[in-house]
T-cell receptor
Framework: DSGVTQTPKHLITATGQRVTLRCSPRSGDLSVYWYQQSLDQGLQFLIQYYNGEERAKGNILERFSAQQFPDLHSELNLSSLELGDSALYFC??????????????FGPGTRLTVL | GDSVTQMEGPVTLSEEAFLTINCTYTATGYPSLFWYVQYPGEGLQLLLKATKADDKGSNKGFEATYRKETTSFHLEKGSVQVSDSAVYFCALSGNYGGSQGNLIFGKGTKLSVKP
């Protein structure tokens, strides 16, 4: 158990819908990262937050957004869902956002299926 | 941009066989390098890391050496067990600009070990 929790574990929804994925980091970790794992794209970094502020952006679509709340939990919002958004979404946390060596602890993931 | 290339799987070995999974990278500067492991139905776990050239990371019998001259970080284990069956990801974390902290992953190599 990494100490990172993600809810829900599974999510099945229809195209065009909007969903929210939730992540609670390890106690004491200030930085949260979101990753998408799909068969065709592999594991891709989406976005990072550090202590409530956006720190870095990766290959995140405009239909997706995220935020980190004062209690440090984070939510990833996916809207206007398409079939291609079906994937496993991981959240990871670390103590700080820099320097470069930065061990990240991963949650168990949320499997999103868009029908 | 930064990237990681690792050998494609799946790799199937008999118990006690020698394992090598090749990983090479492209990055500006001196990234930190990681191997993560994903067991079926679980999130990613850090297996080992190396933060500078010639460092050797090791854990649970697995080893990898950071080779700057060949931009490689190959994973090795002298004698694999059935319990090592998993997907292995090579990853890097850049140390400049907005890439600091987030991980860039290879596509993963699925290892199956037969008794």
């Amino acid at each position: 158990d990494s100490g990172v929790t993600q809810t829900p574990k599974h999510l099945i929804t229809a195209t065009g819908q909007r969903v929210t994925l939730r992540c609670s980091p390890r106690s004491g970790d200030l930085s949260v990262y979101w990753y998408q794992q799909s068969l065709d794209q592999g594991l891709q970094f989406l976005i990072q937050y550090y202590n409530g502020e956006e720190r870095a952006k990766g290959n995140i679509l405009e239909r997706f957004s995220a935020q980190q709340f004062p209690d440090l939990h984070s939510e990833l919002n996916l809207s206007s869902l398409e079939l291609g958004d079906s994937a496993l979404y991981f959240c990871a946390s670390s103590v700080v956002g820099t320097p470069s060596y930065n061990e990240q602890f991963f949650g168990p993931g949320t499997r999103l299926t868009v029908l | 941009g930064d990237s990681v290339t690792q050998m494609e799987g799946p790799v199937t070995l008999s118990e006690e066989a020698f394992l090598t999974i090749n990983c090479t990278y492209t990055a500006t500067g001196y990234p930190s390098l990681f191997w993560y492991v994903q067991y079926p139905g679980e999130g990613l776990q850090l297996l080992l890391k190396a933060t500078k050239a010639d460092d050797k990371g090791s854990n649970k019998g697995f080893e990898a050496t950071y080779r700057k001259e060949t931009t490689s970080f190959h994973l090795e284990k002298g004698s694999v067990q059935v319990s090592d069956s998993a997907v292995y990801f090579c990853a890097l974390s850049g140390n400049y600009g907005g890439s600091q902290g987030n991980l860039i992953f290879g596509k993963g190599t699925k290892l199956s070990v037969k008794p």
